[in-house]
T-cell receptor, first 117, second 116 residues
């Protein structure tokens, strides 16, 4: 079956430009997460969606970052006025959020590699 | 501050031998621990997990051990196979509270190379 997909796979942009990254979660997954992985580091949590609301935005690094989600499907992460330190791989994950099973398994997309020149 | 640490950035092991990956954490609120495996240009894939009420969980060649008092966990892969060559991430999460989600806190990863 289809997994989590993300587009574009690669994005090169100039400092100061805005970028929009897209995530298509697995159908039926109510929870959606965005993470960021800088070169040589682990993944950092950015934001969590339950349906189309975002109860936890605590990982967004600045007000240049925003995200939205349409219903229980597509999510977009927008970075305004990009800076070189925004260069990273941005990963999206979705899950069914079955609490009784303990922490639910998050299924990750392949990521979008963002390079800010 | 890094709440989850993997102090070995890389590990090289001979095919058929045991791979041992270590992970330390500082947040005593972490309740559930997971290992993810990542190949280049792909997203991480879930490998195995363990709840804080257990000290061992086994799934085929993969076993995770948790020492809660030491805030330490390890992943054992035996026997190691060339296809196991990848980056392995340790992750932790607090117990889910209502709609707060299960955000994962990741370590920096350990790159494993299994030599044929």
């Amino acid at each position: 079956g289809a997994g989590v997909s993300q587009s574009p796979s690669n994005k090169v942009t100039e400092k100061g430009k805005d970028v929009e990254l897209r995530c298509d979660p697995i159908s039926g997954h109510t929870a959606l997460y965005w993470y960021r992985q800088r070169l040589g580091q682990g993944l950092e949590f950015l934001i969590y969606f339950q349906g189309n609301s975002a109860p936890d935005k605590s990982g967004l690094p600045s007000d240049r970052f925003s995200a939205e989600r349409t219903g229980e499907s597509v999510s977009t992460l927008t970075i305004q006025r990009t800076q070189q330190e925004d260069s990273a791989v941005y990963l999206c994950a979705s899950s069914t959020q079955r609490w009784l099973a303990g922490a639910d398994e998050q299924f990750f997309g392949p990521g979008t590699r963002l390079t800010v020149l | 501050d890094q709440q989850v640490k993997q102090n070995s950035p890389s590990l090289s092991v001979q095919e058929g031998r045991i791979s041992i990956l270590n992970c330390d954490y500082t947040n005593s609120m972490f309740d559930y621990f997971l290992w993810y495996k990542k190949y280049p240009a792909e997203g991480p894939t879930f490998l195995i997990s363990i709840s804080s009420i257990k000290d061992k969980n086994e799934d085929g060649r993969f076993t995770v051990f948790l020492n809660k008092s030491a805030k330490h966990l390890s992943l054992h892969i035996v026997p190691s196979q060339p296809g196991d060559s990848a980056v392995y991430f340790c992750a932790a999460t607090e117990a889910p509270i209502k709609a707060a989600g299960n955000k994962l806190t990741f370590g920096g990863g350990t790159r494993v190379l299994v030599k044929p």
